[in-house]
């Protein structure tokens, strides 16, 4: 594999972040004020494909996981995010053909 620069996407709603194969570097989610939350990690498109994980957050605080490998998501690469998530940030590596 060449190298490939890491990618990212900060969003406020689930959905799509990329549509093709590739490596799952890490994730941020930050909860509502005086809430805890959680964003599920899907190799897909929908929540109906393979939940790879859940990342939770405490109460008010927010939470990382950053892989010292990156992950293969062999589909695609969706996040669903739980009603009291703020927000979340994604990193991924595309994958050289």
């Known amino acids: 594999m060449a190298h490939k620069e890491v990618a990212y996407d900060r969003r406020t709603a689930s959905g799509i ?3 093709n194969p590739c490596h799952l570097v890490g994730a941020i989610v930050s909860p509502k004020l005086g809430k805890q939350s959680y964003i599920d990690i899907y190799d897909g498109e929908t929540t109906a494909q393979e939940k790879v994980m859940r990342v939770r957050t405490d ?8 892989f010292p490998e990156p992950l293969l998501m062999r589909r695609s690469l969706y996040v669903y995010l ?6 979340f940030t994604i990193f ?4 050289a053909d």
């Open 17 to 19: 972040i990329h549509k």
């Open 59 to 66: 109460v008010g605080v927010g939470n990382s996981i950053i």
């Open 82 to 87: 739980h009603d009291d998530a703020e927000e």
């Open 92 to 95: 991924w590596k595309t994958i």
